[in-house]
């Protein structure tokens, strides 16, 4: 009766965790490949998926998001909301927007989970219209 209860109680963390994209993610530019900040991913009281700047590990040209046209112009980039709206649909999040505050463009977003790693898509209009970065965990 242990070994059932214990297997049971395995099974349920293994789902609850399973593309869970919560937690400290280390953004890796796709263009230079090096590590530029840590973006930690949390739920919102709407039951949405964000995404703040907690810490930029290479020196930008600006503290502020100069570029940035919304709500964000100005703000400094450390506690930035980049990632905004996402919900969980099946195996990965969709449905909301990431915005580069290099150039201050937002983008519809998708991001899927691939073990310690996220995928995340930034495109206009269509998916296959964009780019992806690839994400790590921080532990």
Known sequence: MKK??????????????FAQIEGKWKTID?????????VEISKNSKGE???KIVQLLIKPENNNCVKCSDDRKNKPLVGLEI???????GNEFSGGSITDPKTGKTYKCNIKKDGDKLNVRGYIGFSLIGRTQT????N
């Open 135 to 138: 994400w790590h965990k921080v």
């Open 4 to 17: 059932i209860l214990f297997a049971f109680a395995a099974l349920l963390i293994s789902t609850l965790s």
């Open 30 to 38: 796709d263009e230079t490949g090096k590590a530029k900040s840590i």
């Open 49 to 51: 998926y964000v995404g």
């Open 83 to 89: 990632i905004r709206g996402m919900k969980k649909d």
